[in-house]
């Protein structure tokens, strides 16, 4: 393999498997919570769990270059560092989506019936 290959095969894991593994065990984390305090799975656990990695993301960017919020003649602008916060979004609310419609099919099937 060559090290283009091995940059991209790096850049592509590190860029959108990961976030998306992480994603899948955060909604899997939220829904567990959810159940366990006898709560009902929604919508809103796929978005709380689809927005933790990024977020997690931005805090860390942000401590570690907090240069990153603010254009240089050198440097890329905020816009592109936010957009890709935005497509990170997008590609973890799709697992996240998942996740959630498992732990609602999960719940309805192991409801008992009220008699």
């Known amino acids: 393999m060559s090290i283009d290959t091995q940059n991209s095969i790096i850049g592509l894991l590190s860029g959108i498997v ?6 899948i065990l955060a909604t899997a984390l939220l829904c567990r919570y959810r159940i366990a305090r006898k709560k009902r ?10 927005s933790v990695v990024p977020l997690l993301l931005m805090v860390i960017v942000t401590f570690l270059q907090p240069y990153v919020w603010w254009s240089r003649a050198h440097k890329s602008s905020p816009a592109e560092f936010l957009g890709m916060l935005g497509f990170m979004l997008i590609m973890c609310a799709l697992p996240a989506l998942f996740v959630v419609v498992h732990y609602k099919k999960r719940s309805k099937r192991d409801e008992t019936p009220v008699a």
């Open 18 to 23: 990961l976030p998306m593994l992480m994603t």
């Open 41 to 50: 799975v929604s919508y809103g656990t796929m978005f709380a769990g689809a």
